[in-house]
C-alpha cells in the first residue's frame, strides 16, 4: 500500500514538474532551470530516481495534512487551490 501511494504521488509529481524541466516551457524560462537544481539536490547536473522519489514523498507529506499516511480527495482540493493561491499571489506581486 506504501508503495502504491509512493508511486501514485511520483506519478502525480513528474506530470506536474516535467513540462516545467523541459526546454521552453514558459516565457520566463528561469523558473524551469530554478525547477531542475530544486530537484538535482547533489548538483550533478542529473536527477536520480532517488532524488525524484525524496522529492515526490516531501510533496506528499506536505498534502497529507493529518499525517496519517494517505492523502484523501480533500486534502488532495486544499492542496491544488494551495498551490492555486500561491500563484495568483506571485503574478499580482510581477504586476506590481
Known sequence: ???TL????????????APAMAD????GGDHKGKMFEKHDTN??????????????KEKFTKMD???DGVVTKEEGKA???AKREMRKDR????AE
Open 1 to 3: 500500500m506504501k508503495k
Open 6 to 17: 509512493l508511486l501514485a504521488a511520483a506519478t502525480v509529481l513528474a506530470l506536474n514538474i
Open 24 to 27: 521552453g516551457h514558459k516565457k
Open 43 to 56: 548538483g550533478d547536473g542529473q536527477i536520480s530516481e532517488a532524488e525524484f522519489l525524496a522529492h515526490a
Open 65 to 67: 495534512t493529518n499525517s
Open 79 to 81: 492542496a491544488k487551490e
Open 91 to 94: 503574478k499580482a506581486d510581477k
